[in-house]
Antibody, heavy 120, light 106 residues
Framework: QVQLQESGPGLVKPSQTLSLTCTVS??????????WSWIRQPAGKGLEWIGR???????DYSLSLRGRVTISLDMSKNQISLNLSSVTAADTAVYYC????????????WGHGILVTVSS | SYVLTQPPSVSVAPGKTATITCGGN??????VYWYQQKPGQAPVLVIY???DRPSGIPERFSGSNSGNTATLTISRVEAGDEADYYC?????????FGTGTKVTVL
């Protein structure tokens, strides 16, 4: 059973960089069968896709966040990382990592999510 | 960018049928996915490829997709179906989520 677990600081100051890690167990992020995405959800609001990465390192980012976001892989630790720079209060949200397959492209496994608050 | 529009809320009595729409330009040409999200929990996939159910999802959940509207139908609604529901598509290489619908079981 694949499990995803987000981790990182729960509080980030404005203008700084938000950095999160998603640790995958029960499966390998080096598999050619899957993409790994970050998705966020402000309190009381809907889901927003941030971007995704493939095992090759190829990435796709949301147009609204492009320029501020970087997603990367650490194969040795089976982890996916998210960096979001120049954060503001509008970046306060629960951040999820999720897996989608290259064939059935739905998000079939999700982490529990981590709340990140941007505040001084 | 591609936009998916859902009604903010749907109310339904137990045992009845809930219908949730997802509107998007020519959405019928795309594969639609539906997720259920209960308070404090991560979303759960309930429908993929317009009308396929992952293992463990009751047959009461079904979907359709044509023209400019995709639909999630929940038959014989139970109290446990109360949740937020989101549709999702891929617009080229970008995932797009609908605005979300809160289903209330009366």
């Amino acid at each position: 059973q694949v499990q995803l677990q987000e981790s990182g600081p729960g509080l980030v100051k404005p203008s700084q960089t938000l950095s999160l890690t998603c640790t995958v167990s029960g499966g390998s992020i080096s598999s050619v069968s899957y993409f790994w995405s970050w998705i966020r959800q402000p309190a009381g609001k809907g889901l927003e896709w941030i971007g995704r990465i493939y095992t090759s390192g190829s990435t796709d980012y949301s147009l609204s966040l492009r320029g501020r976001v970087t997603i990367s892989l650490d194969m040795s630790k089976n982890q996916i990382s998210l960096n979001l720079s120049s954060v503001t209060a509008a970046d306060t949200a629960v951040y999820y990592c999720a897996r989608s397959s290259v064939i059935i492209t739905s998000f079939d496994y999700w982490g529990h999510g981590i709340l990140v608050t941007v505040s001084s | 960018s591609y936009v998916l529009t859902q009604p903010p809320s749907v109310s339904v009595a137990p045992g009845k049928t809930a219908t949730i729409t997802c509107g998007g330009n020519n959405i019928g040409t795309k594969s639609v996915y539906w997720y259920q999200q209960k308070p404090g929990q991560a979303p759960v996939l309930v429908i993929y490829y317009d009308n396929d159910r992952p293992s463990g999802i009751p047959e009461r959940f079904s979907g359709s997709n044509s023209g400019n509207t995709a639909t999630l139908t929940i038959s014989r609604v139970e109290a446990g179906d109360e949740a937020d529901y989101y549709c999702q598509v891929w617009d080229s290489s970008f995932a797009v989520f609908g605005t979300g619908t809160k289903v209330t079981v009366l």
